[in-house]
């Protein structure tokens, strides 16, 4: 197994997945599990060294070169961390690349890692462009039995309604009645006309989280810096025809569930407040 183990595995009830690259628009997911581990007392669990599992059409390393030198290359891998809240004990999260090869091969040996943690419950985050508004946060979730179906509709998810290819998710979860592990997939639906971090989407996901554990994490940042935000993407919407077309025609249009294609034109909210800041 290519995976190291920084901490002595002990017993942990619930694990929380993520995994960066398509299941990820937005960054969103990356942003919630890292906003986690900001908040709880966490410590580096284990290292996944992905190289079996990656190629470099998906991903590659990254390298720091400084003063003509190679500093530091960070080769893909897969981190986990163990927080701890007051409520619900020892949380294992972990978060890293898609894999993009041997999906069963991953699986086996992610449930692996799984069961010397002693994991019953799991919860993967994913995000993906949808037909969505900015100033609205929707989210759906996938189950495998009626308990985790009442729980995320508690939550404001809705059903998940989707055929076409999958994500990892997928695979993960139709192993996870085999190992005994109940799982739930949560969804965030990310405007497709937007590039950017959408610090409500993390705000929302991170109460619903909050819900589960029992824990409530402090969002005041987060919702602050999306206030600031909004008001400028509502200003690039007005100036752009194109896009401003689009969304009204969205507006007026039958509702369009699962996935959809990235806008020709998308709001470059960096590039726009760098712009202007000049």
């Known amino acids: 197994m290519s995976i190291r183990t920084l901490l002595e595995p002990v017993r942990a009830g619930r694990t929380i997945l993520g995994f960066t690259g398509c299941p990820d628009a937005g960054k969103t997911v990356s942003r919630v599990l890292a906003e986690m581990e900001a908040s709880l007392p966490c410590e580096p669990a284990a290292v996944w060294d992905m190289e079996d599992y990656w190629c470099t059409e998906t991903a590659r390393p990254e390298v720091l070169v400084h003063h003509g030198q190679i500093r530091r290359l960070d080769w893909p891998s897969y981190r986990f961390s163990l927080g701890w809240t007051p409520s ?27 069961a010397q943690w002693e994991c019953r419950e799991m919860i993967l985050l994913g995000s993906f462009h949808d037909q969505v508004f900015h100033d609205e946060t929707v989210f759906s979730g996938v189950v495998q039995d009626a308990e985790s179906f009442n729980r995320i509709r508690g939550l404001g998810c ?31 639906h990310y405007p497709f006309y937007l590039n950017s971090l959408h610090e409500l989407l993390v705000a929302r996901f991170l109460d619903m989280l909050g819900a589960l554990l029992g824990f409530q994490f402090d969002t005041t940042r987060l919702l602050a810096s999306w206030h600031k935000k909004e008001k400028e993407i509502e200003e690039l919407i007005q100036n752009d025809r194109e896009l401003h077309g689009l969304l009204e025609g969205m507006r007026k249009a039958e509702p369009v569930s699962g996935p959809a294609p990235r806008a020709r034109n998308v709001l470059r909210l960096d590039e726009f407040l760098k712009k202007r800041k000049e």
Not at 88 to 112: K, N, T
Not at 159 to 181: F, L, P
């Open 88 to 114: 619900s004990g020892p949380i294992l999260m972990g978060v890293g690349p898609e894999p993009s090869m041997r999906w069963r091969a991953f699986v086996r040996e992610l449930f692996a890692l799984l």
């Open 158 to 188: 809705e059903r998940g309604e989707y055929e076409g290819t999958t994500a990892i998710h997928s695979a993960i979860m139709e192993a996870s009645a085999e190992a005994g592990i109940r799982c739930a997939s949560i969804w965030s």
